[in-house]
T-cell receptor, first 114, second 113 residues
Framework: AQSVTQPDIHITVSEGASLELRCNYS??????LFWYVQSPGQGLQLLLK??????LVQGIKGFEAEFKRSQSSFNLRKPSVHWSDAAEYFC????????????FGGGTRLMVKP | KAGVTQTPRYLIKTRGQQVTLSCSPI?????VSWYQQTPGQGLQFLFE???????NKGNFPGRFSGRQFSNSRSEMNVSTLELGDSALYLC????????????FGEGSWLTVV
């Protein structure tokens, strides 16, 4: 069965510090992968996606993620965190035959210290 | 262009009632899917519709149903509401063929009392 794991439930970083959120997947074939962000009371906003090709993908708000097939990982990074980045981040995986059926990780709540 | 639109945004229902939630996808998108988000279970896939046909279904009881109209708009219905159905219900849309970017709406907050 497909699964997505985000090992860190909460992460706190200082404003201006770098950030890495971890995501590991277990999928039958090479999945396509997404990172979404959710602010309190809001829906999910797409940060970036990986379908194929270049394993380092750039997204909005200065985020990037790297697909590592050998580690079954798709970690999200940002070189310098802003206070407005405080939110919950979700990693999700889907398959080419799965339509819009995504499997989500449990989420990582990011807090930013001033 | 407009994003995924969900109505209503907030609603309160009584146990045993039924509820219908509506979703308008991004213009040109033919696939609509629904997810339930709760603090305990996280984000769980309910079902997906493409060209008015259910294409995938998650592991939810038959009280949860949906449909899609010819203009790609979708509705989901929950009958005989239970307290545990209180959740944020998210709708997502995509072009629907091949591997697509999936966009989510703001969600409908359902509280069952």
């Amino acid at each position: 069965a497909q699964s997505v794991t985000q090992p860190d439930i909460h992460i706190t970083v200082s404003e201006g510090a770098s950030l890495e959120l971890r995501c590991n997947y277990s999928y039958g074939a090479t999945p396509y992968l997404f990172w979404y962000v959710q602010s309190p009371g809001q829906g999910l906003q797409l940060l970036l996606k990986y379908f194929s090709g270049d394993t380092l993908v750039q997204g909005i708000k200065g985020f990037e993620a790297e697909f590592k097939r050998s580690q079954s990982s798709f970690n999200l990074r940002k070189p310098s965190v802003h206070w407005s980045d405080a939110a919950e981040y979700f990693c999700a995986a889907g398959g080419s035959n799965a339509g819009n059926m995504l499997t989500f990780g449990g989420g990582t709540r990011l807090m930013v210290k001033p | 262009k407009a994003g995924v639109t969900q109505t209503p945004r907030y609603l309160i229902k009584t146990r045993g009632q039924q509820v219908t939630l509506s979703c308008s996808p991004i213009s040109g998108h033919r696939s609509v899917s629904w997810y339930q988000q709760t603090p305990g279970q996280g984000l769980q896939f309910l079902f997906e519709y493409f060209s008015e046909t259910q294409r995938n279904k998650g592991n939810f009881p038959g009280r949860f149903s949906g449909r899609q109209f010819s203009n790609s708009r979708s509705e989901m219905n929950v009958s005989t509401l239970e307290l545990g159905d209180s959740a944020l219900y998210l709708c997502a849309s995509s072009l629907g063929t091949g591997i697509n970017t999936i966009y989510f709406g703001e969600g409908s907050w359902l509280t069952v009392v």
